[in-house]
């Protein structure tokens, strides 16, 4: 059985969903569709990135994702798919892909078949299903296309670093309000030594000194910062919506300040 998961900025309301999963059924005997996310902010690919990246690795093995997020394709982003840690990945190369995988995948190719429609507005349904249907069949990735040396280039998960203080930014809103801070758990390890700590967000006196291992550990309606399951520092609220709360919002600074106790 072929799994073929989905993620998009298409929303809920239109036909998009329904005519690729409809395709796909065409095209891969028993496949198995599943839905990451269609609900991304449209064309935001760093929102996107950040869902997929969090969610692929608890895919089994061969597992194909379609990336529907800025799929129109072109010299600048062509068409491409990939494979990587066993799983493939098909979209465009608008960037979305190096901020998806942590190091170069293990073989990258442009898409290059010929597409049933003669639209070239649809690339998930009329290019990227039928790419995937040919993976599901067992055909090699060098028969898509040739290969593709470079994937474009967008850094947007790397905090500043310094002896004493690391300086982030929000990358990442859930629908709880949870706030995801660009400063994984390694870093935070590397730099502190240790050592006390001060978070530091928006205005003076409204950080927090400490790490909590569960939201539970501090009461309701109190903050809170934690390294959860996507290895990200998180600044929450138990039971509490952090980002309005706080006034913390994407793109924010948010610093770690360490120093030694006199």
Do not use: C
């Not at 998180?234 to 039971?239: G, L, V």
Request: aromatic letters at 10%.
């Amino acid at each position: 059985m072929t799994v073929v998961t989905l993620i998009s900025d298409w929303g809920l309301g239109s036909h998009y969903i329904g005519a690729v999963k409809g395709t796909l059924l065409k095209l891969i005997q028993g496949v198995q569709i599943i839905d990451i996310s269609h609900q991304i902010p449209s064309f935001n690919i760093m929102h996107a990135s950040f869902v997929l990246r969090n969610a692929y690795m608890n895919f089994p093995e061969g597992t194909i994702h379609l990336v529907g997020i800025n799929t129109e394709g072109g010299l600048d982003s062509p068409h491409i798919a990939i494979k990587h840690q066993g799983q493939y990945f098909i979209g465009a190369d608008n960037g979305i892909f190096s901020l998806l995988f942590d190091h170069n995948p293990q073989e990258v190719v442009e898409i290059d078949i010929l597409q049933d429609s003669d639209y070239f507005t649809f690339s998930t349904r009329d290019v990227f299903a039928r790419a995937a249907s040919m993976i599901a069949s067992g055909r090699p990735l060098s028969e898509l296309g040739p290969p593709h040396p470079q994937l474009k280039e967008r850094i947007l998960f790397k905090p500043v670093v310094h002896p004493d203080q690391i300086i982030g930014k929000i990358i990442f809103i859930d629908e709880y309000e949870n706030v995801f801070v660009n400063i994984d758990q390694p870093t935070f390890r590397k730099v502190g030594k240790g050592r006390p700590f001060f978070i530091n967000f928006r205005s003076v006196g409204t950080g927090i000194d400490r790490l909590s291992q569960s939201y539970a550990d501090v009461v309701d309606g109190e903050k809170l910062a934690l390294f959860g399951s996507t290895g990200f520092l998180e600044i929450a609220i138990n039971r509490g919506k952090a980002s309005g709360l706080l006034g913390l919002n994407l793109n924010e600074t948010v610093s770690i300040d360490f120093y030694t106790e006199p």
